[in-house]
């Protein structure tokens, strides 16, 4: 596992030196800045709209960067022949599969912090210069969190295809992964309906299969300041760490049979 | 070559001013997407979703002043509380909003408003304003005073909720001609502690028994005029035509009796409780 830290620095420079990544990020930070300006047209619902809008975009934006930056690593790696170089060097394809992972995560980890931290200064600004807006509450805290295990997730689950495929058909792939990892309880439920069994077991099993991206999304709960349990925190944490692990084994087994001739 | 394949291209595709009527015409039905869709497709954007829509209601409630605009509030608070049903702004704020006035106390979309309104009683089942924003839909824009009465009892129920609604479910009662009822019901109200003031139900109490007091000389006024032959014009006129007991010049409540343009009076009521005349 030796290099591991020096790919993920340079993963995460890399990623800084992308003009597409810092537009996406300047973009985003305007539109988190529109929370304020979106206040101003609603009546009556001032918390809720700061909140949804808020936590909106940045659950809007986060997933389309992870997609983005995680689907475009290796696929790049491999198409400028700059693979060769580090597979020349003494570092293992797992520790190069691993290091570009973190630098990712770092990466989309610090535009989530500095977005996160930007729509907490809204809501405190908004609480203390106006009447309403009830500031920060631990709900927003809790959805950020869930934002953040939904990226990690998101990221591992991308990379895993991208080690397989280009940069186009991992980051399609993945992207329908996310809207149907969505709607895994969806799934769920209509799967209990049916009455022809091997739909129904098709159904149970595409539900434990697929990564259950609903299960790390807290907006909801945000809008009305709703509790979340610490053990279902927990199990958000565990659920996000062990798929994570997994695909990040399967990602790098593929890596290491494959063979860039 | 190039350039005149551009002309050609321009010309085909030349645009036509969109006229400013069609622009404002706001009769077209809004663009929404079916509920279980959009609950089920936007899953990680939903609150972003719903509250991007909130905003285009809010816009739409200031453009509502035909029925089909009006009608439209109802779509929206239809498509926002299917895919939020805790969403109470949206059936309280729309349910308001989307009845349209037709004039002489007829009003277009009422079904619809009260529709909205009840689904949101599923979810709020004890809120105030809910229950006392049904009365009002039911009363003024449907006209079903019987049922407002029952949806005001229901409110003055609920706990905190303001005297004024007994008080407004009596002054319906009495419209209705229901005199009994509504001192029954305001009797059941200081026995159940009061329900927010105890004086205000008091005084209601006794303006319910003077005003059944007053019905009856009225009726006694009726009577007298026929036998005259002309309208009263004191009490002691009816007493002279054998309507009404010498005794009772007085209400329970201490207040003179009269007769003024034909009807019965009492000092301690300052005007007759009876409803706004319909159209």
């Not at chain 1, 597409?20 to 001032?46: D, G």
């Not at chain 2, 229901?178 to 209601?204: P, T």
Request: proline share 4%; hydrophobic share 50%.
């Amino acid at each position: 596992m030796n290099g591991i830290v020096p790919i993920a620095l340079n993963g995460f420079r890399e990623a800084r030196r992308n003009r597409v990544t810092l537009v996406i990020f300047v973009f985003a930070l305007v539109m988190v800045l529109t929370v304020t300006v979106s206040v101003e047209f609603t009546v009556a619902t001032f918390d809720r709209v700061m909140t949804d809008v808020g936590l909106g975009v940045i659950g809007l934006i986060m997933p389309a960067l992870a997609l983005f930056l995680s689907t475009g690593l290796i696929p790049r790696e491999i198409e400028r022949r700059t693979i060769f170089m580090l597979v020349a060097r003494p570092v293992s394809r797992s520790a190069f599969v691993i290091g570009r992972y973190v630098g990712n995560l770092m990466t989309v980890g610090f535009l989530l912090l500095v977005m996160a931290l930007l729509f907490i200064a809204q809501l405190e600004f908004s609480h203390l210069t106006s009447a309403f807006g009830g500031g920060l509450h631990v709900a927003h805290l809790v959805a950020l969190y869930g934002q953040l295990l939904e990226v990690i997730l998101l990221t591992a689950v991308a990379f895993a295809f991208a080690t397989v495929s280009s940069q186009y058909v991992s980051s399609l792939v993945a992207t329908c992964l996310y809207f149907i990892g969505h709607m895994a309880e969806d799934l769920f439920q209509l799967s209990e309906r049916s009455k022809v069994l091997p739909l129904k077991a098709l159904g149970k099993a595409l539900y434990y299969v697929l990564p259950n991206f609903d299960r790390l999304d807290f907006k909801d709960r945000a809008t009305y300041f709703d509790p979340t349990s610490a053990s279902e925190l927990l199990g958000a944490t565990a659920y996000t760490v062990a798929y994570t692990v997994l695909m990040l084994v399967v990602a790098t087994a593929i890596f290491e049979r494959r063979d860039f001739k | 070559m190039l350039g005149a394949v551009a002309v050609v291209v321009l010309v085909l595709t030349r645009a036509e001013p969109y006229p400013l009527e069609a622009r404002h015409l706001g009769e077209l039905k809004p663009m929404l997407l079916r509920g279980g869709l959009a609950t089920t497709v936007t899953r990680p954007l939903r609150p972003l979703l719903i509250d991007l829509y909130w905003l285009r209601c809010l816009v739409a409630m200031g453009e509502a002043e035909s029925e089909a605009r009006n009608r439209n509030l109802a779509s929206y608070g239809f498509f926002l509380t299917e895919l939020d049903p805790r969403f109470f702004h949206a059936y309280y704020m729309l349910g308001l909003s989307t009845p349209y006035s037709l004039g002489r106390d007829q009003y277009a979309n009422g079904d619809l408003a009260l529709q909205l309104v009840r689904r949101g009683l599923e979810q709020f089942p004890d809120d105030i304003r809910l229950r006392t924003l049904h009365a009002f839909l039911l009363h003024y824009i449907v006209h079903d005073a019987r049922a407002a009465v029952m949806e005001f009892v229901k409110i003055s129920k609920l706990p905190g909720a303001p005297a004024a609604a007994i008080s407004s479910a009596t002054a319906l009662l009495v419209e209705e001609g229901r005199v009994d009822e509504a001192i029954d019901a305001i009797q059941a109200a200081m026995d159940d502690g009061g329900r927010g003031s105890m004086q205000l139900l008091s005084d209601r109490k006794k303006q319910l028994e003077i005003e059944k007091l007053l019905r009856e000389l009225d009726a006694a006024i009726v009577r007298a005029s026929k036998k005259l032959s002309r309208t009263p014009t004191s009490l002691d006129e009816v007493i002279q035509a054998g309507e009404w007991p010498a005794v009772v010049t007085h209400d329970m409540h201490g207040g003179e009796l009269s007769v003024e343009a034909g009807r019965g009076r009492s000092s301690w009521l300052v005007g007759r409780m009876e409803g706004i005349p319909r159209w």
